[in-house]
């Protein structure tokens, strides 16, 4: 399966965004999906996850109530819509999925997924 994100790009501080995450070769309605995101220079950081069997989410502290990941499985598409943006989520974001189900605890490992797309840059000014 290949993933390809985009929706990235340049927003002031307290806008929106909604990146996508496009599948092609398989279906992806089975596997568990998240977000991550990485500054340059720094270690690469969980934002969202969600599960594939009931739907559940899981997000960092630093996006909840702003951040909402989503799928659409007709679309083989995942989402994430952020909200309210800070300068502090400038970083490239990437979507990464896993064949089957992540256990709740182990969604916000980068080394629990085992397929990833190529990232998408946000940039938010102040």
């Known amino acids: 399966v290949q993933l390809q994100a985009f929706g990235g790009g340049l927003v002031q501080a307290g806008g929106l965004l909604k990146l996508s995450c496009a599948a092609s070769?398989?279906?992806?309605?089975?596997?568990?999906m998240g977000w991550f995101r990485q500054d340059p220079g720094k270690e690469r950081a969980f934002v969202a996850a969600?599960?594939?069997?009931?739907?559940?989410?899981r997000y960092a502290a630093s996006v909840k109530g702003r951040f909402t990941i989503s799928r659409d499985v007709v679309k083989n598409t995942l989402y994430l819509q952020m909200n309210s943006l800070k300068p502090e989520d400038t970083a490239i974001y990437y979507c990464?999925?896993?064949?089957?189900?992540?256990?709740?605890?182990?969604?916000?490992?980068?080394?629990?997924?085992?397929?990833w797309g190529q990232g998408t840059l946000v940039t938010v000014s102040s």
């Open positions: 969600i599960d594939p069997w009931n739907g559940s989410t």
């Open positions: 070769g398989r279906t992806i309605s089975s596997d568990s």
């Open positions: 990464a999925g896993r064949n089957g189900r992540i256990i709740t605890s182990a969604m916000n490992r980068g080394g629990a997924y085992n397929f």
